[in-house]
């Protein structure tokens, strides 16, 4: 059964930086792809970041570019999401999510996994 569980969230002030990681379990992953989005309350989910299991593919969505970076430790089978000039806008909970296919989407129902999400609150 595949498990995505993702950890690093907390507060921040504005400015800062976070680290988080999604450690995927359950499965051979080659051939998925593992995707980054975030919900802010009221909000739809948003498509951050994806990144091929295999390969050096990589997606971000225009809010994220610059800010963010998505990584993998395939040893470690953990996909990372670095987030660094934090803002208050960026406080949502963040879920990782498999989808199987080796090219990113943006699209969330495309994801057939998701982690149970990870807070992440930024002070002003």
């Known amino acids: 059964q595949v498990q995505l569980v993702e950890s690093g969230g907390g507060l921040v002030q504005a400015g800062g930086s976070l680290r988080l990681s999604c450690a995927a379990s359950g499965r051979t992953f080659s051939g998925y792809c593992i995707g980054w989005f975030r919900q802010a309350p009221g909000k739809a989910r948003e498509f951050l970041a994806a990144i091929k299991w295999s390969g050096v593919n990589t997606s971000y969505a225009d809010s994220a570019k610059g800010r963010f970076t998505i990584s993998r430790d395939n040893a470690k089978n953990t996909v990372y999401l670095q987030m660094n000039s934090l803002k208050p806008e960026d406080t949502a909970v963040y879920y990782c999510?498999?989808?199987?296919?080796?090219?990113?989407?943006?699209?969330?129902?495309?994801?057939?996994?998701w982690g149970q999400g990870t807070q992440v609150t930024v002070s002003s």
């Open positions: 999510a498999a989808l199987s296919l080796s090219v990113p989407s943006t699209t969330p129902s495309d994801y057939a996994y």
